[in-house]
C-alpha cells in the first residue's frame, strides 16, 4: 500500500492538493479502462503555482494503487521535491521533461503503451480518417520516428520539430503522447484517441474503410470543439468516469 502522508503537515498548498487528487483518480481510471501497463508509462501535471514543479507517479506501483500522496513532486530534471519512499522512473520522465520545459501550455502530460494506440502508432499511415473520433486528429496530430526506448536527451529537439503546433504526438512503433494546459482536456483527448484507434482496430479487420473526405473533416472539426458539457472544458467527462472508478475503490483520495 501506498504511505500516506498528511497534507497540513507538509506546508502544501490547497492547489496542489486538488491537482494531487485529479491525478490520483486519473491513474486510477486509467486503470479501470485498461489503460495501463504494468507500473510502466506516466501522466505527469504541473503543480499548481509553482514553477518547475510536477506530480509523478511513484515508480513501482500499478496505476490502480496510485493515491494523492504516494504522488511525487519532482522538478524538471526529475529530482524529488517531495519525500517518498518510492523512486522516480527518471528514464521515462526524460520525455515528458522535454515537453514540460518547452511548451508553457503542457501543464499535463500522457503517455500509454495500450494495444490499439501503439497498433494504431506502428501501421503505415497511423491514424486513417474512418470514424467519427478519428476525423476530430486528423491533421492536428504529429508522428515521431522509432528511434529506440525515449531516455537519450538529444532526441528531444526532433521530437518536439515533428511536434510542431499540434499537441498529440504518435511515437511511431511505441505509442502516443497526450498534451493539454489541464488535466480534463489531456485526460477528454486521450479517452477520444483511444476511441479512435479501438474503432479503426475493428474497422481495418472487416475490409476496406470508408475514408472520409477532407472537407468532411474541416465541418467535422469546426463543429465537433462546440459542444461542451460543463464551463471547465473536459471537467464533466473526467469526473463521470471518477465517479465509476470511485465504485471500485475511492482510496485514492487519501
Ligand atoms: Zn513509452
Not at 51 to 78: C, M, Q, R, W
Request: proline letters at 5%; a negative charge.
Amino acid at each position: 500500500m501506498a504511505t500516506k502522508i498528511d497534507p497540513s503537515n507538509d506546508r502544501m498548498t490547497d492547489e496542489e492538493w486538488k491537482a494531487r487528487q485529479d491525478l490520483a483518480a486519473c491513474y486510477r481510471v486509467f486503470a479501470m479502462m485498461g489503460w495501463d501497463e504494468s507500473i510502466y508509462n506516466h501522466i505527469t501535471l504541473k503543480v499548481p503555482g509553482e514553477e518547475g514543479a510536477f506530480l509523478i507517479n511513484p515508480f513501482s506501483l500499478h496505476f490502480s494503487e496510485v493515491t494523492a500522496s504516494s504522488l511525487i513532486k519532482i522538478d524538471i530534471d526529475g529530482n524529488k521535491l517531495s519525500d517518498s519512499p518510492y523512486p522516480v522512473n527518471k528514464a521515462g520522465f526524460v520525455q515528458h521533461s522535454m515537453f514540460h520545459r518547452h511548451l508553457h501550455d503542457a501543464h499535463c502530460i500522457i503517455h500509454t503503451h495500450t494495444t490499439e494506440t501503439m497498433a494504431v502508432c506502428s501501421v503505415e499511415g497511423g491514424l486513417q480518417p474512418t470514424n467519427f473520433y478519428a476525423c476530430n486528429f486528423i491533421g492536428r496530430i504529429g508522428y515521431h520516428t522509432f528511434e529506440g526506448v525515449t531516455v537519450r536527451e538529444e532526441e528531444g529537439q526532433r521530437l518536439l520539430e515533428n511536434l510542431g503546433s499540434h499537441r498529440i504526438l504518435m511515437l511511431r512503433n511505441h505509442g502516443p503522447v497526450v498534451m493539454g494546459p489541464t488535466l480534463p482536456i489531456a485526460f477528454v483527448q486521450y479517452w477520444a484517441l483511444q476511441r479512435a484507434c479501438e474503432i479503426q482496430l475493428a474497422t481495418m479487420s472487416m475490409g476496406k474503410p470508408i475514408l472520409v473526405p477532407d472537407e468532411v473533416i474541416a465541418v467535422h472539426q469546426r463543429d465537433i470543439f462546440q459542444t461542451q458539457a460543463s464551463a471547465e472544458p473536459g471537467r464533466a467527462d473526467f469526473d463521470a468516469m471518477v465517479r465509476r472508478a470511485d465504485k471500485i475503490d475511492s482510496s485514492w483520495r487519501e
